[in-house]
């Protein structure tokens, strides 16, 4: 077992960096890391972390509306939470137990987050959940 971290950054469309940098969010601070335990996500100041074992379900998804995916926010559908700089494509983590992301002190928690990595499919595999049936 190893705690050194595979580090995804997220990929940011030119329109949208200056607007995402305002509420701090910069290739410098928006990445997914992952563990042989943790996942880990930062995008600016906001913050997700829970076991790698948590994450039940990955998903590809998009292409994306601007209004649907840029900036932190949660889904109106399943209350999933939202990181989002591109509105090319991007990866739906879904997790066993929810998990507290855009609202401080854990109160709200969320079944699902997506990011819009830079490579989602690499995420995905890295992140595969093997077939329990």
Partial sequence: ??????RFPFRFDPV?????????????????AVTDRDLM????????RTARANVIAVELSGPYRWWRVIGPHVSMVDRGASFGSSTAGGICLRFGAPVPA??????????????????????????????LS
């Fill in 16 to 32: 949208f960096r200056p607007v995402l940098a305002l509420v701090g969010v910069r290739p410098a601070t928006a990445w997914v």
């Fill in 1 to 6: 077992m190893s705690d050194v971290a595979t």
């Fill in 41 to 48: 996500i930062r995008y600016g100041p906001w913050r997700l």
């Fill in 102 to 131: 855009l609202v401080p002190g854990g109160r709200v928690r969320h079944p699902a987050a997506t990011v819009t990595v830079a490579d989602p499919p690499a995420l995905a595999r890295l992140l595969a959940v093997p077939d």
